[in-house]
Nanobody
């Protein structure tokens, strides 16, 4: 299956944490920069975090200091540790290579931050 599969979303309280995972059995992650993206209702999908092959990282300003992207190339896994969650983090979260390619978009995993 070409589409990446995300998991780990759910309902969290403000200030809480969630850890997202992304896996794919065909795409060899170690060959690509990987990214986490999110799309909130009524908004365009945006890049949240990126990790390059040498593991250099980038974060959009709104998540700096709260989110951490990591990768386990031996297991073909991508992670997003999300701490100090805020209601504005509510969105569907997706992983993809970076820059993103259409065939790899999966179903995403929903993150809802609410008290």
């Amino acid at each position: 299956q070409v589409q990446l599969v995300e998991s780990g979303g759910g309902l969290a309280q403000p200030g809480g944490s969630l850890r997202l995972s992304c896996v794919n059995s065909i795409l060899t992650f170690r060959h690509y920069s990987m990214g986490w993206y999110r799309q909130a209702p009524g908004k365009e999908r945006e890049l949240v975090a990126r990790i390059t092959i040498p593991r250099a990282t980038y974060y959009t300003d709104s998540v700096k200091g709260r989110f951490k992207i990591s990768r386990d190339d031996a297991k073909n896994l991508l992670y997003l540790q999300m701490n100090s969650l805020k209601p504005e983090d509510t969105a569907a979260y997706y992983c993809n290579i970076n820059p993103a390619m259409e065939p790899y978009w999966g179903q995403g995993t929903q993150v809802t931050v609410s008290s």
